[in-house]
C-alpha cells in the first residue's frame, strides 16, 4: 500500500488475529494494526497523517521514502565503461543509469 509517497508491508500474526504493518524505508518506526484490509489500509493512511502532523508538531521535517537521489560508487574502469555505454546510447550516465536499472529492476521485480 502506499500513502502519500510512504508504502507500508502487512504481516499476519495468526495467533492473535490481527493485521500488523509499518511503514518502509524510514528511519523512524510508524505501525499500524488492523483485522481486515480495508482497515488496515485506513490505519495505515491515519498513522501517516498522525506521523506527519507529530513532526510538524515538533517543528521537524519527517523522513521522506526517497529522495531521487541514488549515492552510486564504483571503480575508475567501470566508470569508464559505463560513460562509454551511455555515450553509445546517446543519453547521460544518469539516464543510462537509470534506465539500466528500473529494466534490472523490473525484472527482478517480475520473476
Not at 500474526?13 to 480495508?38: C, M, P, S, W
Not at 502532523?53 to 526517497?66: H, I, S, T, V, Y
Not at 531521487?68 to 559505463?82: A, C, S
Request: charged share 30%; with cysteine.
Amino acid at each position: 500500500m502506499t500513502y502519500k509517497g510512504y508504502t507500508a508491508s502487512i504481516e499476519v500474526d495468526i495467533e492473535a488475529g490481527i493485521l500488523f504493518g509499518r511503514v518502509l524505508d524510514i528511519k523512524d518506526v510508524v505501525t499500524f494494526k488492523a483485522k481486515t484490509i480495508d482497515e488496515a489500509r485506513q490505519e495505515f493512511e491515519n498513522s501517516v497523517d498522525d506521523y506527519l502532523a507529530f513532526c510538524e508538531e515538533l517543528g521537524e521535517e519527517p523522513d521522506k521514502p526517497f529522495s531521487g537521489k541514488l549515492p552510486f560508487r564504483t571503480t575508475p574502469e567501470k566508470h569508464r565503461k559505463i560513460f562509454i555505454a551511455a555515450k553509445k546510447s546517446g543519453t547521460s550516465i544518469n539516464a543510462w543509469m537509470d534506465q539500466v536499472l528500473t529494466a534490472a529492476a523490473d525484472q527482478a521485480i517480475n520473476t
